[in-house]
């Protein structure tokens, strides 16, 4: 019997879609969220960790994609680097203000389909989902990076990147539910230079889709941006044509 493509799998019923932490494969996210958009593949459900909770976020909250990727193009280092003594090299500030400057929404229960987003409480080593409240301040607690970004706090709690504990950016998804989760396979950047890239989530109704040789970039190397959302946008494609097997589409 032949296994069905990525596209029959997600056209058969309504699906959330997870996407995981990475650093900045918000690049990755855009392209592959594009692309599925393009080919009316629209999730009813978001649901990320870090690169994912941002890229997430902007999507739910109403920024079409065309506009998220003309500002993540244009970002430079300086739109976010803002060093001070801390838990962290960077304060947070600019990168809170640059996401409120690109949200169209404000709170979660504003968003165009409901939305979460994976932090971790380093007091508590546990995983928190957040989704109420104020969308920028959860985005930002999701991407703070430890010992890049110093810890952000919502109340009287402080937390970091959601990728720490919940790399695939799967917590906030209902167990049981259809998701395709796009997997960003670089290594984490807290656990060293040796490290090794984490495996691909499963479980019960879960395809991952994992796009291999994605361009790395970092803080002082953003200009390849574009390359990694084009990228990114045509494997995506090209896996929706791809059988489904095991739970897992590679490209």
Known sequence: MTAPTLREVLAEAPFGLAMSSGFFGFFAHTGMLTALLDEGLTPVRVTGASAGALVGGLWAAGLVPPLARAALEALTREAFWDPAPGLGLLRGRKFRELLESLLPARAFHETRVPFAASVFEPLAARTVVLDRGDLATAIHASCAVPLMFHPVRIGARLYVDGGVADRPGLSGMPEGSRVLCHHLASRLTWRGRGAAPSALPRRSGLVALAIDHLPRLHPFD??????????????????LERPVRDGVVRV
Do not use: E, Q
Request: proline share 0%; hydrophobic share 50%.
């Open 222 to 239: 953003l200009a390849a941006g574009g390359s990694a959302i084009d990228f990114a946008y045509s494997r995506t494609r090209a896996a």
